[in-house]
């Protein structure tokens, strides 16, 4: 399995569009017609925090699509419970997808279909199987948590809203969310056409979002995500072989990793002195703490959608729930829902038109939850 690398020290729109022209993506998409771009929007920052995927690299890979005669849809369903339209405004998409006439899509909005694997049940927007392939966009970044982050994890996305910080509060250390992740992994890959990693400033530190960039100066590609990751993770300084979810991942797509090849100037490249052991200390508590604890965490770190006093009962939050868990009842103020079926998908929060949905946060989740 090929990983391509190749040194960009800037963002320079040229540069990228020539690295993606070299990755003959024509060849790659050859049977597909409707594409969704899948970039890391993980909350409401400026493409210069480098905590998301920077929209120059999204322009290029949209550019050389439309070249190529394909229709582009870019969306994505960012973490916690930011505005998505600040998301898309704070990251330069919205003025990315204006420039090309195409549509930006929520991932919450589109609908869900349930899918099982490792013994978890997945929330997974509709949209990646209504498109004919996707394209992973993803950043080069450290994980409090999980050490690394880049294709695999940039997958973790395709589960709209809050559904994603419930797996965090149910497996709260690095082991059982590895398991989550590759778990997801596992149902998705198959529609993963390419991935593509802007690394040219990326993160490091107390990532994915607390930690200071760095110029890395180099941009990835492959159309594996495991493959990516080893490679990438391994350049970063990590041990790969210890990463437990990409290992899982190299299994599912069956690489050796001795099948995966990368350009002979980059065989035993490492970053110099990236910093990659900051934690932050509710991690560090929930990874090395006995259960007892971690039982108490996961009781007082709660969150859920709740009604205000601006509820006009139009009923489109109860119509727009993908698990049939509200129901308007004669005489009530509002709906009712119903918690054991709710997954924290946030449709009734994202559609309500009179902003009569908000997040119940403990104060534990209000410290975590942005």
């Not at 994980?143 to 982050?149: D, F, G, V």
């Not at 990516?228 to 993770?233: E, N, T």
């Not at 995966?260 to 990659?276: D, L, Q, S, Y």
Request: charged residues 25%; glycine residues 6%.
């Amino acid at each position: 399995m090929k990983v391509d690398i190749t040194k960009i020290t800037d963002y320079d729109f040229d540069k990228i569009y020539k690295f993606i022209e070299k990755l003959q993506l024509e060849k790659i998409l050859k049977d597909k017609k409707t594409i969704l771009l899948k970039p890391n929007l993980l909350g409401a920052f400026p493409p210069e925090r480098a905590v998301t995927t920077n929209p120059v690299v999204v322009d290029a890979v949209i550019t050389y699509l439309k070249k190529i005669g394909k229709d582009i849809i870019l969306g994505d369903s960012p973490g916690g419970s930011t505005s998505v339209k600040l998301v898309w405004e704070k990251t330069g998409m919205k003025e990315i997808a204006e420039k090309h006439d195409i549509p930006l899509v929520n991932f919450i909005t589109g609908g869900i279909i349930q899918q099982k694997a490792a013994n978890l049940e997945f929330p997974i927007t509709k949209y990646i199987w209504e498109v004919d392939a996707v394209i992973n966009l993803c950043k080069y970044k450290t994980h409090s948590l999980m050490s690394y982050t880049g294709a695999v994890k940039n997958l973790y996305g395709l589960i709209p809203g809050l559904k994603k910080s419930e797996y965090h509060k149910e497996h709260p250390d690095h082991t059982q969310f590895a398991k989550v992740i590759s778990g997801l992994y596992s149902i998705v890959k198959d529609r993963i056409a390419i991935n593509i990693m802007d690394g040219i400033v990326g993160m490091e530190g107390e990532g994915p979002s607390a930690g200071d960039p760095r110029n890395f100066g180099v941009m990835f590609a492959s159309e594996s995500a495991s493959a990516l990751d080893y490679v990438a993770s391994g350049m970063m300084g990590f041990r790969p072989e210890k990463l437990e979810y990409i290992m899982a991942s190299l299994k599912l797509d069956n690489i050796e990793i001795s099948d995966i090849e990368i350009p002979e100037e980059w065989r035993n490249f490492k970053f110099h002195k990236v910093k990659i052991k900051k934690i932050g200390l509710y991690i560090k508590i929930l990874a090395y703490s006995p259960k007892i604890l971690k039982d108490i965490f996961k009781k007082h770190f709660t969150f859920y959608p709740d009604f205000n006093d601006k509820c006009k009962k139009c009923n489109i939050c109860v119509e727009s729930c993908p698990m049939q868990a509200m129901e308007l009842r004669e005489g009530d103020a509002h709906p009712t829902i119903d918690y054991d079926k709710c997954i924290k998908c946030m449709c009734c929060h994202e559609m309500c038109p009179y902003h009569a949905i908000y997040v119940h946060k403990s104060f534990l989740a209000k410290f975590i939850i942005k």
